[in-house]
C-alpha cells in the first residue's frame, strides 16, 4: 500500500528546485533594492565594472551585494533629503483616512446589514457601480471640486477626504458581510431590555465586529500609504508630499538618485508588507467575498 | 379646528414654493447678468481708451519727445483715462507714462526696472498673442488684456503696432461707470403675491378636484414665469442700450482727445481719417461694429442684437420654469409629503447612511455626473475658467468627442518607408489594453496554479517558507515594484542587460520600440500579479476533500484524468472570481504602465488608462479626456454586465 502511495507523487528533489528558481526570481528584485540602499552611493549598479569585463566582472556586478556596505544612505534620506516630512505626511493622511473612512463606513454597513429602508438596494448597487468609475474620468471633477471649489490643493484635508470617501464602497461591503453574520438575537434581546438603537450599535455590535473592523481599518490605512496618482495629482507643494510622491521624485524625470529611492523604499515598505503578511488571511477572505458578490 | 381639505392645501402650497422658487432663480440670475453687463460695459470702455492710446503711439511713430507730447496731450484733463503708459520691447523702455509713480526720477523714458518685468513679459505675450492669431487665421489668445487695479479702476493693455508689426504695448488706467444697482425685488415680489393670491381665489372654484387644481397651478406658474421672464429681458435689453450709449460716447471723448494729440504732433500725423468706432473691440480686437465712427449708436443692430438674444433668456426662463414645475407636481401629488414621511419614519436608517451617501455624493457621483457633462464639452486648457453654464453653452460640443475618439480609424497609415503607426489612436491603445490583459492574466493563473500545484504536493518540506517568500511580491507597493523594474530594465546599468552581456548578449534598449516596452512591463506586471492566483489557487487545493482521489484511484482513473474531473471543476469556484478580479485589475493597472513605460516610445505602450490620463493632465484637453474615460467606463460596465450574469451575484442583497 504504501509503495503504491509513493509512486503516486512525485519526487520531491525536483520540486524544490523548480521552486528555488521561483525563489530567486521573486527575491532577486528585492535584495538588489537592498543591495543599492546599502551601497552608500546614488548609482543603478552594483559595482564599478572594468573597461573589458569578464565573465566573472559581470557575474559580480548582478550579485546582490554591494561592493561597500554603508547605511550613508538611510542617514541622508532623512538628514538631507525631506524624507521625514514625506513620510510625516503620509502617516497623517493614512491615519486620518483610517479614522474618517472606517467610522463612515461603519455606520454605513450597519444600516445596510440591520435596517429595511427604501433605497437600501439601490444605496448598495451604486456603491457597485462606483467602483466602476475610471479614475481618469473622476480625476479631471475631482480635480476642480477639491482645488477650485474647496481651495484643498496641497493640503491634508483634500487628501483625505478624497481617500476616505473613495474606499467607502469597499469598505462598506466588507463591513456589511460581517455585520450579517452577527446573530439579531443578541440586538434584539437588547432592545427589550430598554437599549436604544446607538447603545446597541456602540455597545453589541461593533465590540463583535472587532476583528472586521480592524482589517477594514489596516486595509484603509495601506491604500491610503501606496496611493501614488492622486496625491501627485493633489499635493503641488514638495513639503506636502506624500513618500510615494517622494519616492518618484528622486528618479523621476533627471533625477538619478537611485540611493536614495532604495532607502526610501525600504523604509517605507517593510512596515507595510509586515502589514501585509500578518494581514493576508482576511484580506484575501475579504477579495474573494468581494468578487464573488460584484 | 378642521384640517383643509389635502388636494386643495396640498396644491397651494406647492404652487407657493414654486412661484418663490422660479422668482428667486430668476431674479438670481437677473442680478448675475446684470453684473456681468457693468463688467462689459467698463471693459468695453477700457478697451476703446487702449485702443485710442495704441493709435496715437502708433502714428507718433512709438518713440521720441513727439509721442511723449502726444501721450500727455491725449491724457490731459482725461477724466475717464487716469494714467497712460507706453512699453517698448526693443530696449525693454518705458516710453511715456503719465502715471503718477513715474515722475520725477522715475519719468519715462527709461529704461524699466527689475520690478516692472511682468510689463515688459505682458509686451511680449501680446505680441506672441498677435502673431500666433495672424499666422492661423483665428482669434484663439486675447490680444488685449484687461485687469483689476485698485478699487473700481480697470486697467487695459493694447498692442502697440508700427508698420504691422507689434513693437511694444498701450497701457491706460480707466475709471469706469458706476456699475448699475442690482435689480430690486419688487417686480418678483409682486408677481409672487398676485399669483399666489390668485390661484387662492383659483382653487376656490375648483373645489377639491385634482385635475383642475393641478391644471390652474400649472396654467398659472407659465404665466408668472413668463412674466418674470419678460422682466429679465426688458431690464437686460436696457442695461444693454445703456452700455452701448456709455461706450459711443467714451468713444466719442477719446476721438477728441486723439484729434488734439494729433495735432499736437502735426499734419503727417493726421493725414489719414480716423476710425474711432474701430477702438470698439472684443479682446481679439475684433470690432463690434456697433458704434460709428462720430460716436453715435447704430440703433438697428442694438435692436437686432438684443432680438437675438431673447434665445437665451428664453432658455434660461424655461429651464427655471422646468424645475418650478417640477417642484409643484412634486408637492401638489403628495410625492413630498411621502418622501417625508417616509424618511420620518425611517429616519435612524437614514440617520447613519448618511454621513457616508453624502460624501459619496460629493465626492463620487457629482465629479462623475460633471464628468459626463464635460465629456460632452471642448473644455481645454484655453477654457479652463470656464464655469458650469459655460459648459452647456458655449463648450457644448455634442457627440464630437465620442466621434473623435471611437470614429477615428486611421491606426496606420501607410507611407514609403512602410506602416506608420498612430500610437495615440483609441484602437492602437485598446489592442495594447487587450494584448496587456490576457498576457498578465493568463500568465498570472497559469504560474499562480503551477506553483500552487507543486506547493500542495503532500509532505513538502518549507512549505510555509515557500509562501510567505511568494506572496512578497503582492506585499510590496506597486508603485516601488515599477520603479524597481524600471531601474533593473534600465539600458546602460540596469541588471537585465548586465545579465544579457554576461551571456555575450548586446545590450536591449528596452523603451525605444513599442515591444521591448510593453514586455518590461508586462514583466513587472507578472512578477506582482503571480502571488495573488497562487494564494487563490492553493487555497482551493488544500478545500479538495482527499477521499476524491482515493476513490477515483480506486476507480483506477489516471494522474491526468484526476486533474480534469477532481482538481479544475473544484478550482473553478474560486479561480472564476479571482480572474474575473483580476482581468480589472489588470485592465485598470495604471502605475506599472505609467512608472515603467511610461507610454515610451512616444505612447505606444500606453494603456487605455493612462492614455486618458495624458490627455487630461500633460495635454489639457479635459473634454477629450472625459469623452475618452467615458469609453473606458463602458468598457467596464459591459464586462461587469456580463460577469454578474456568469456569478448569479446580486442573489445575496
Known sequence: MSRSRRSEEYPHFPLHLILLVYVVVTLYPLLWVFTIGFSGRQDLFIVDIPANPTFLNRLRAIMPWPAHVSVSNFVSVFTEQPFARWLFNSTVVAIATTLLGVFLACTSAYAFSRFKFPGRRAGLMSFLVSQMFPGTLMMIPLYIIIVKWLGLGSTYLGLILVYAITGIPF???????????????????????????????????????KPAV????????????????????????????????????????????????????????????????????????????????? | MTAGPPHRRRFLVGFAAAL??????????????????????????????????????????????????????????NTEVSSARIVILDGISLEASTAPADRGEKAAPRRLTREEKPLYDQAQGLRAAVETNRQEGTARKPEIETAAVSGRALSAAAPLEKDAAV????????????????????????????????????????????GWLAGAACLLLLVAM?????????????????????????????????????????????????????????????????VRDDGSVDTAKVESALANGVSSTTRVTGGVTALALALLCFVGFGAAGRLGATIRRYRQAYAYTFPAMFGMLVLVFLPFLYGVVLSFSDMSLYSSQASIGDLFTKLWVGLKNFADVLGDFHVATSTAGGLVWNYQNFYWTLGVTIVWTLTNVAYGVGMGLFLALILNTKGLLFRPIYRVIFILPWAMPNYITALIWKGMFHQQFGVINQIIQMFGGTPVS?????GTSLFACIATNAWLSVPFMMVISLGALQSISADLYEAARVDGAGRWQQFRSITLPSLKPALVPAVILSVIWTFNMFNIIYLVSGGDPAHSTEILITQAYKFAFEQYRYGYAAAYSMVIFAILLAYGIWQNKVTKATEGI
Open chain 2, 226 to 290: 413668463a412674466l418674470l421672464g419678460w422682466h429679465a429681458f426688458a431690464t437686460l435689453a436696457g442695461e444693454r442700450r445703456l452700455t452701448e450709449s456709455g461706450v459711443a460716447s467714451a468713444v466719442a471723448i477719446e476721438a477728441g482727445r486723439t484729434q488734439r494729440a494729433l495735432r499736437e504732433l502735426g499734419q503727417g500725423a493726421a493725414a489719414a481719417p480716423l476710425h474711432p468706432g474701430r477702438w470698439d473691440t472684443d479682446l481679439f480686437r475684433r470690432p463690434f461694429g456697433i
Open chain 1, 171 to 209: 469598505c462598506v461591503w466588507m463591513l456589511k458581510g460581517y455585520f450579517d453574520t452577527i446573530p439579531r438575537e443578541l440586538e434584539e434581546s437588547a432592545l427589550m431590555d430598554g437599549a436604544s438603537a446607538a447603545v446597541i450599535f456602540y455597545r453589541i455590535v461593533l465590540p463583535l465586529a
Open chain 2, 20 to 77: 418663490v422658487l422660479g422668482a428667486a432663480l430668476s431674479q438670481w440670475v437677473l442680478t448675475r447678468a446684470s453684473e456681468r453687463e457693468s463688467e462689459f460695459r467698463a471693459t468695453r470702455i477700457a478697451v476703446v481708451g487702449a485702443s485710442a492710446l495704441a493709435e496715437v503711439a502708433g502714428r507718433a511713430g512709438g518713440v521720441g519727445d513727439g509721442l511723449r507730447r502726444a501721450v500727455a496731450e491725449f491724457a490731459r484733463d
Open chain 2, 167 to 210: 513693437v511694444g504695448m498701450a497701457m491706460v488706467e480707466t475709471t469706469p461707470p458706476p456699475p448699475s444697482p442690482p435689480p430690486g425685488w419688487l417686480f418678483p415680489l409682486l408677481v409672487v403675491a398676485f399669483g399666489v393670491l390668485a390661484y387662492w381665489l383659483a382653487t376656490l372654484a375648483t373645489g377639491e378636484r385634482r
Open chain 1, 214 to 294: 480592524a482589517v477594514t481599518a489596516l486595509f484603509s490605512f495601506m491604500t491610503a500609504w501606496n496611493e501614488y496618482i492622486q496625491a501627485q495629482t493633489f499635493m503641488d507643494k514638495v513639503t506636502m508630499y506624500t513618500a510615494p510622491v517622494g519616492l518618484k521624485f528622486f528618479v523621476g524625470g533627471f533625477q538619478q538618485q537611485w540611493g536614495y529611492f532604495a532607502a526610501g523604499a525600504i523604509i517605507t515598505a517593510i512596515p507595510i508588507v509586515a502589514l501585509f503578511l500578518f494581514l493576508q488571511k482576511y484580506l484575501i477572505s475579504g477579495l474573494t467575498a468581494g468578487a464573488v458578490k460584484g
Open chain 2, 510 to 514: 528596452w523603451f525605444e520600440s513599442p
